[in-house]
T-cell receptor, first 116, second 112 residues
């Protein structure tokens, strides 16, 4: 069975500081993709970053980077130089690749609040 | 990335009525997904909709309650039938594009 665990229900960070949001996963699939989404109060799910299980380099997208440690089954999101607009819910997600029954599953989320 | 729109963006409905949510994608996609997010919760997959075949529902969701149409490769609808206050949620459609997955802006439903 697949599972995503986010152990931080909420976090407060000072503006301009870096923040790490934790995510661990469990899967028996050899090929899978890991995702991070941002959900502001408006409710939309904004795709932030993707990491494939066979990617050797950690994914980066602007201020977002994914600290992928395959042996530890962790996929932490790092946001550098946080901004007030980063305040939102953040969801880690995973999907097996190359499977006919492929569906994305989500963690419980972390609410990030940036202090001015 | 795929651009996804949903209508309506929000609605307030009375119990016992039904609401149909539309999802439009700017490109042809094989599979479309419908998710529900209850207040304060994470996302739960309702069903997967392939064009030309019946939708595949996840455990706990049934076609009579959440009928889905998929008439072509860019459009799908989800109906929430015989609504109760427990159906108050955000409903999101989603598509795969390669290895990535994108979501529509969501429909915020409140049932009174």
């Amino acid at each position: 069975a697949q599972k995503i665990t986010q152990t931080q229900p909420g976090m407060f960070v000072q503006e301009k500081e870096a923040v790490t949001l934790d995510c661990t996963y469990d899967t028996s699939d050899q090929s899978y993709g890991l995702f991070w989404y941002k959900q502001p109060s408006s409710g939309e799910m904004i795709f932030l970053i993707y990491q494939g299980s066979y990617d050797e380099q950690n994914a980066t997208e602007g201020r977002y980077s994914l600290n992928f440690q395959k042996a530890r089954k962790s996929a932490n999101l790092v946001i550098s130089a946080s901004q007030l607009g980063d305040s939102a819910m953040y969801f880690c997600a995973m999907r097996p690749l190359y499977s006919s029954a492929s569906k994305i599953i989500f963690g419980s989320g972390t609410r990030l609040s940036i202090r001015p | 990335s795929a651009v996804i729109s949903q209508k309506p963006s929000r609605d307030i409905c009375q119990r016992g009525t039904s609401l149909t949510i539309q999802c439009q994608v700017d490109s042809q996609v094989t599979m479309m997904f419908w998710y529900r997010q209850q207040p304060g919760q994470s996302l739960t997959l309702i069903a997967t909709a392939n064009q030309g075949s019946e939708a595949t529902y996840e455990s706990g969701f049934v076609i009579d309650k959440f009928p889905i149409s998929r008439p072509n490769l860019t459009f799908s609808t989800l109906t929430v039938s015989n609504m109760s206050p427990e159906d108050s949620s955000i409903y999101l459609c989603s598509v795969e594009e390669g290895t990535e997955q994108y979501f529509g802006p969501g429909t915020r439903l409140t049932v009174t």
